[in-house]
């Protein structure tokens, strides 16, 4: 059975930093991808960034140049810097048994997904 646990939201005001965390439990295989999606009040759920197994990375437009993602095995990290109000959201942390294609940014092409933790900005 597969778990994904992510973690790591909090309250910051604008210009801050967070880092969130998110562990894959019970995958079988090796190869797969971690993303970040995130779903902000009345929105539609969106892709934040993406990292496959061979350290290939993508990042929303929206978040580039200040997001980071990582990954170490089954765990990957989002380091947020410079926040803004418009980064306030539910983020979730979503793994699929394929890379970072042309795809990654379709919710629906995801198998497991965390429970999400919560990002707040302020002015």
């Known amino acids: 059975q597969v778990q994904v646990v992510d973690s790591g939201g909090g309250m910051v005001q604008a210009g801050g930093s967070l880092r969130l965390s998110c562990t894959a439990l019970?995958?079988?295989?090796?190869?797969?991808?971690m993303s970040w999606f995130r779903q902000a009040p009345g929105k539609e759920r969106e892709v934040v960034s993406c990292?496959?197994?061979?350290?290939v990375r993508d990042y929303a437009d929206s978040v580039e140049g200040r997001f980071t993602t990582s990954r170490d095995k089954n765990r990957q990290y989002l380091q947020m810097n410079n926040l803004q109000p418009e980064d306030t959201a539910m983020y979730y942390c979503?793994?699929?048994?394929?890379?970072?294609?042309?795809?990654?940014?379709?919710?629906?092409?995801?198998?497991?997904w965390g429970q999400g933790t919560q990002v707040t900005v302020s002015e």
């Open positions: 990292i496959s197994w061979l350290d």
């Open positions: 019970g995958l079988t295989i090796a190869s797969y991808g």
């Open positions: 979503a793994v699929r048994r394929a890379g970072c294609g042309f795809d990654f940014d379709d919710p629906r092409n995801y198998e497991y």
